[in-house]
């Protein structure tokens, strides 16, 4: 399993969101490229970047200083979410270096888009899935239907993903713990593999992830932010506690 550092970017800063309230927001840097090389520094094997900009405004807002950290670290794979709500829009972070692209909004809400975008770009589409309740939320977290997510994912099986990010909203930020239990449900029925996000606080949580013995093909890792930020997860110990054999 893979530890994975989210850079959460607004107005270019990186920040921190707690349940995806932009008004909520801790800003830890003013110089993403160098907090990109912070984590590679310390042994990261992927990057998971999002535009919170353009996630609201359904259009990448902060796309030069995305590209700016794909460029600080060229051999880092970086997952690259936010806005990307059309083929141009994907296809550029790809075209800038992007390992992937996540998306969320518009394959939520239009699965065949989902579809021919995963057809276009084979292995470097994920699907970002966001709940609350277990129900999905799209649009910033702002418009929540009654859409069940692991129904939709599940839905999924012949769309060749890279991955599926799931998020608990209502832990995401919050230090408050990981949902291993749906992340389990949702490992173990999805074709494409998951990583965790939301709620992730320190080692005990990756301990539970790593628990539940899933292999790499149905859980592939865990995003953090806040715990790596907030100083409650090392990312070194993090990472070596889920490279130790089971």
């Not at 927001?25 to 990261?44: H, N, V």
């Not at 670290?73 to 996540?102: H, K, M, N």
């Not at 990756?206 to 997860?233: F, Q």
Request: a negative charge.
């Amino acid at each position: 399993m893979l530890l994975i550092p989210a850079i959460d970017l607004k107005r270019g800063q990186c920040v921190q969101l707690r349940q995806g309230a932009m008004a909520s927001a801790s800003t830890y840097s003013d110089d993403p490229p160098g907090m990109a090389k912070r984590w590679q520094d310390a042994g990261a094997r992927r990057l998971h970047v999002v535009d919170l900009d353009g996630a609201f405004a359904g259009e990448p807002v902060n796309r030069q200083h995305v590209e700016d950290i794909v460029a600080a670290v060229p051999d880092l794979p970086v997952q690259v979410g936010g806005g990307i709500r059309s083929a141009e829009a994907a296809s550029a972070y790809l075209d800038a270096g992007a390992e992937q692209v996540i998306a969320g909004t518009r394959a939520l809400e239009d699965a065949d888009f989902l579809r021919t975008l995963a057809e276009r770009f084979p292995g470097q589409v994920i699907l970002g899935l966001d709940a609350r309740d277990g129900r999905i939320s799209t649009r910033g977290w702002t418009a929540r239907s009654d859409v069940d997510a692991m129904t939709f994912a599940v839905g999924l099986h012949d769309v060749d993903l890279f991955a599926i990010v799931y998020t608990d909203i209502a832990r995401d930020g919050m230090l408050s713990g990981v949902n291993a239990a749906a992340t389990q449900r949702l490992a173990e029925a999805a074709a494409a593999p998951v990583i965790a996000s939301g709620g992730v606080k320190n080692l005990d949580d990756l301990r539970t992830l790593k628990a539940l013995g899933l292999p790499a093909r149905r859980l592939l890792g865990a995003i953090s932010g806040s715990a790596l930020y907030e100083g409650t997860l090392d990312f070194q110990a993090g990472q070596r506690l889920l490279d130790e054999e089971p």
